[in-house]
Structures are given as structure tokens and as C-alpha cells.
């Protein structure tokens, strides 16, 4: 047993829905989130850039004492994880591995698709997952900027949302792809627009979801699980604007965050 | 005369607006353009971390010998103008005054609407400016997430940019306002849209021109204009991805960079 908390992060308020996921898998054990707010967004910043956020943010986790550390951010989990995994004392899981493996196992030999920032896309970081895993398999993919802004103006269910999921996603029907990756942490909220458009017959493949069930394996294959009698707390820590976090973060979860959320400022902010 | 440069910045690419209508109306003065990329973008962000971010950017144009610095990102005039003015050994237009007077002109007495980013709406500094100036004006501002994305884009002439238009602008047509301030950087380049959804009767207030005669004039006032025979240069510096901005900052400027553009790190991005 092993009870100090499992470190998450993200760039802002996107990685909530890989937070999500893990509190309803793992009722249990004790969270730590940490947004960079003051920094958001990673997508479109260089390698270098995003290396350094990733590792201050890794090392404060490391300080509040977590078992284990999830990088939410696509764009993290593209340029920064094997750094990561490098630097840390803990295990660290990206949200690309767990998407790719079920993303290829859904597909079964057909064409992939993959849709997230121009960071995560231009990275090349799930193609090229993906060919590692079946050199065999066709992988489509594009960048999609507009759909962020249309999850945070929570537009998700009109008529602009549709036009740009057509705009987006018509190359991916028209090549009839059998899973397409939701490899942003905004887009498992357009899921329900993005399957009506599709009409089914696409596996809609959510990193959240697969990234939560490969916590839980890790946990169980460490034999790092905490007490599960225990009620697990929720710590919520930003670089910027806490209020806006909590308020933006509470439309995420669908609850109240009611423990709020404490500013940590880098040294270079101060 | 003084062949001292101009020294103009913004949080990205989007400043290139203000700097293209510098360009265009003062030919010969040597211009400094600087566009924070690494931490770009700022609308969202608290007045602490903006001011930070700007006195540093305004420290690195003194130090490359600025006769004048100029704040063409929206979000930086509206929160950290004063601060500048008040630390820096040079004389600083921001892009908001130039915009509010000009609507107000124009307004002649009739509504003004403002829209921005949120960071720039939320902070009421063209809302409090133009009640400053004619208290007895009404003014009518909301924020526009999906504007930037949409000229980033670059399908300002799609149905969905006319959708967006209609749906953050049909406020505005039904109040009846007299002159609207483009307050984004982004936002000239979908004046054509805008105008088409008013069909006409509207003012459409460029803070960017403005703000260029505002240069032009303080210029002459502390008469410090450059040399009117000299070929004025540009030099351009990014906190992160040089190609990217020279690739996006060229559809801003309708014209190659020739100049390229160099990177500056942050000592606390190193």
C-alpha cells in the first residue's frame, strides 16, 4: 500500500478531463493537478521551451511527494516525455502511448486517424507511435485549431461547431478511417458531435479514458495502489488566475470544485 | 533628426498589424519588432504576470536603443501601460487610447462596441477610457475567442467566420452602434466580414492605423523623426520558433521578411 498522491499536469485546464477520468476509475487514491496557466498554451511552442516548462513543473510534483506522475498535455507528452521519464525518481505516463495502443487495436488493420493542436500534429509524435507499433497501417493526420476555442466558447452543439468538424474531418471520412484519436485533452467534449458526423462506424478513441486504465495497470504492476477504504482529496494548483481555473475547470468536471485551487508562482514570474 | 529605431511589441504575430501601418506611413524610421512567442498569448493572464512579461520585453528594446516604444498587443496596453510609462526612459503609445478616440470621433455622439479578447474585455480599459472621454456614451463590448483562431486559420471568407461574425456581432447591428473598435490585432484582417455583416452605417475603428498616426504625431511633437532620405530597416525578435513567425508573420505583412528574424531566450527560458 502506498498512500502519496499521483501527480497530473497539463498545460491549463484541458488535462481536467484526463484528471476526470482517473478520480472515476480510482475513487481511492489522492490527486495533486497542476496547471501551467501562466504559460498555456504549449501547442506551437518549441521543444526546447516546452522541455523546460515540463521539467519545473515535474520537479515541483516530485516535491509535493507523488508516486507517480501523468502528463495530461498532448504537446508535453509529444516533446517532453522521454525527458521526463529520464529526469524523474517516480514512473511518468504520457497520454500518447495508451491512445495509440487502443487506437490500433480498435482499427484492426484499417486506416488511423489522429486530430489535436498543430504542436501535438506537427510533432509527429502519434504517427510515428503508431508506424513503431504496425508499420503496416495508414495513419491521416491534421491539426485542428478552431475546436478548442469552440469547446471553451461552449459552442459544442452548433451550427459553427459542425462546419468545422465538415471542414476537419471530411478527409478522414472520405478515406474511411477505422479509429481516429482524440489526441487533445478539449476534444473528448466534442465526442458526441464528432460520432453523429461520422454515423457511427468510426472507433472515436478518447487518450483520457485509455490513459486512466494504464494508470490503474501501472499502479497494480508497482504495487504502489493506496488504501482503499480511503476517500481520495483533491489538491489543484495553477500558475495563474485560480479563480478562472475553478470556474472554466467546474464546466470540465460537471461538479463543483469544491477543495479550490492554490497559485504557484514560478521564480521566474515573481 | 534621430536615426535612433522604434521599438514595437506584442504578445505574438498579431502586432505585425500595428507594425505593417508604422511601416507603411513612417518609410524611412529603422524598426524593432519584438513578438513573445514563448508565452504567447497573453489575453487570460493576470495583470502581475502581463506586467512582468512586458517590462522585460520593454528592458530588451531599451537596451537595442528605442527613440519610441510601442505596445501593439491589446492585452499589454490595457494592463501594463501605466507601469511602462512610468519605468521606462522613453516615451510608449499603447493601441488603446489611439482606437478610443478615434471611435469616439466617429461615433459623434452615437453607440461605440468594443470587441477583444477576453483578457482585453474583461479588463474594461477601453470601456472605462471612452466613458473618460463622453461619459454620456453608451458603450457595448463582449470578447470573441474565435476571431484569432479563425484568421489563423485563414478562412476569413468561410461560412463559419460568418457565423461567428453574426453570432458575437448581431448585438452590436441590433443596438445600433455607431462605431465598433476592433481591439485584437487579428481582427483587420476580417474588417472586410465585419463590414459586410453591418453593410455598412458602422464604423470600423483599426486600433493598428491609429495607433500609426499616433506614432507619427508623437514623432513630430518631440521632434525626434528620423533622417527622411534614409531606407528604413526592420529587425525582428521572437522569445521562441523563428520559422514559424517569419512563415505566419508573412501572410500579416503580405510581403516576404526578408530580414529573417532572430531569437531571444529569456534567461529563465534557457
Request: glycine share 8%; hydrophobic share 40%; with cysteine.
Amino acid at each position: 500500500m502506498d498512500t502519496r498522491p499521483i501527480g497530473i499536469f497539463d498545460s491549463g485546464v484541458g488535462g481536467l478531463t484526463v484528471y476526470k477520468e482517473i478520480r472515476r476509475l480510482l475513487p481511492h487514491e489522492d490527486l495533486i493537478y497542476f496547471g501551467d496557466t501562466a504559460r498555456v498554451p504549449y501547442g506551437g511552442k518549441s521543444v526546447k521551451v516546452i522541455q523546460k516548462y515540463s521539467s519545473e513543473i515535474a520537479r515541483f510534483l516530485e516535491i509535493q511527494g507523488v508516486k507517480l506522475l501523468v502528463v495530461a498535455c498532448n504537446t508535453a507528452s509529444a516533446l517532453a516525455l522521454n525527458r521526463l521519464k529520464s529526469d524523474c525518481s517516480v514512473p511518468v505516463i504520457g497520454v500518447i502511448d495508451p491512445g495509440v495502443r487502443a487506437a490500433v487495436r480498435a482499427a484492426n488493420g484499417g486506416k488511423i486517424g489522429v486530430i489535436g493542436t498543430r504542436g501535438t500534429i506537427n510533432s509527429e509524435a502519434y504517427q510515428s507511435r503508431i508506424i513503431r507499433l504496425r508499420s503496416d497501417i495508414e495513419v491521416l493526420a491534421r491539426p485542428c485549431p478552431l475546436l478548442v476555442p469552440i469547446v471553451e466558447e461552449n459552442i459544442i452543439d452548433s451550427e459553427i461547431a459542425r462546419l468545422a468538424i465538415h471542414m476537419y474531418l471530411q478527409e478522414f471520412k472520405s478515406a474511411s478511417v477505422s479509429s481516429l484519436i482524440l489526441a487533445c485533452t478539449h476534444y473528448p467534449l466534442l465526442k458526441k458531435a464528432i460520432s453523429d458526423f461520422f454515423g457511427g462506424g468510426v472507433a472515436l478513441i478518447d487518450s483520457a479514458e485509455e490513459t486512466a486504465f494504464e494508470v490503474k495497470e501501472m499502479l497494480k504492476a508497482r504495487r504502489i495502489q493506496g488504501d482503499e477504504n480511503h476517500h481520495g482529496k483533491d489538491e489543484f494548483y495553477v500558475s495563474d488566475c485560480p479563480e478562472s481555473f475553478s470556474e472554466i475547470g467546474e464546466a470540465f468536471l460537471g461538479r463543483s470544485m469544491n477543495s479550490g485551487c492554490f497559485l504557484h508562482s514560478w521564480q521566474s514570474d515573481d
